[in-house]
């Protein structure tokens, strides 16, 4: 919206250059950690703020790329985001449905007991114990089981579907539909900018899972990529390469490379679904 009028100009100037510069803060550290990334030792350590490289080098990468840990925690990481997503969305989605219909009998208690677990839970011990009674220790699935649904998002979920009409269930069901029938043919197809923005959502909550793996993963060769950055992160220091130019690698230059290769991903995949915010953004508002 363009004001008229030299106060209104001189607003929306200063509002523009606002915006900007807090743009600009937001960018940067993403910025100053690329280019850590690929500058030599020495240029690291002679600059105290990095804006452009004087010298290119891929070594840090080269180094990162060459570790097997690397590539086992790529694994681990996809496999519970693409498994412990359709899981979590199969669960949301049909708890939701049944939740949004009145004609549950006792669907008003089952919402006070699912909203009560947003403001008090169990805690991390009786967790950690149930996760250790089940036998999940060291496996996938403790980074997918416990935490299967967001009650946050099944709640979103829930007011979405039930902003649906009426008359479309109904028809559906005098058609001969029973409730999956109407939840996969009707309900569903109607739903799907919900249900994408959702799951993006759990998406790339998944691919940040960290604090589940910190407690029930105490094996290597099965920590998902953050894990494997934290280790990165406070326990390499410093590292040598094995090229002919004895390159030495300080902490910081695979630090930041490391860093870079758990955040390019997530970032080539949200353009693809940022309409999916922006037709979500009033999703948790629907008027029940």
Request: proline share 4%; charged share 10%; aromatic share 14%.
């Amino acid at each position: 919206m363009h004001r008229t009028g030299t106060a209104g100009k001189l607003f929306d100037t200063f509002n523009y250059t606002l915006l900007a510069l807090l743009a600009l803060i937001t960018l940067y550290p993403f910025w100053d950690t690329l280019i850590v990334s690929i500058i030599p030792l020495d240029e690291y350590l002679n600059a105290s703020v990095h804006w452009l490289p004087k010298t290119i080098t891929l070594g840090s990468y080269e180094y990162l790329f060459s570790m097997k840990e690397l590539w086992n925690s790529y694994g681990v990481t996809i496999f519970v985001t693409v498994v412990g997503t359709a899981i979590s969305m199969l669960l949301t989605v049909t708890a939701a449905y049944a939740l949004s219909r009145t004609e549950l009998k006792g669907y008003r208690v089952m919402m006070f007991l699912i909203v009560f677990t947003m403001m008090f839970s169990g805690g991390i011990i009786p967790t950690y114990l149930i996760v250790k009674n089940l036998g999940m220790m060291n496996s996938v699935w403790a980074l997918i089981i416990p935490s299967a649904i967001n009650t946050y998002n099944l709640i979103i979920m829930r007011n979405f579907f039930s902003s649906l009409p009426d008359g479309l269930i109904d028809a559906a069901r005098i058609d001969g539909c029973n409730d999956i029938g109407v939840l996969f043919k009707i309900v569903i197809p109607l739903s799907m900018p919900a249900i994408s923005t959702i799951t993006l959502f759990y998406a790339v909550s998944r691919w940040n899972e960290f604090f589940n793996a910190v407690f029930f993963i105490s094996d290597k060769n099965l920590w998902p990529l953050q894990l494997f950055l934290r280790s990165m992160l406070f326990e390499n220091e410093s590292s040598y390469s094995g090229g002919g130019d004895g390159l030495f690698l300080l902490g910081p230059s695979i630090k930041m490379a490391t860093v870079m290769a758990a955040t390019i991903p997530v970032m080539l995949v949200y353009p693809f679904f940022q309409k999916y915010f922006v037709n979500g953004v009033m999703i948790g508002g629907v008027k029940e």
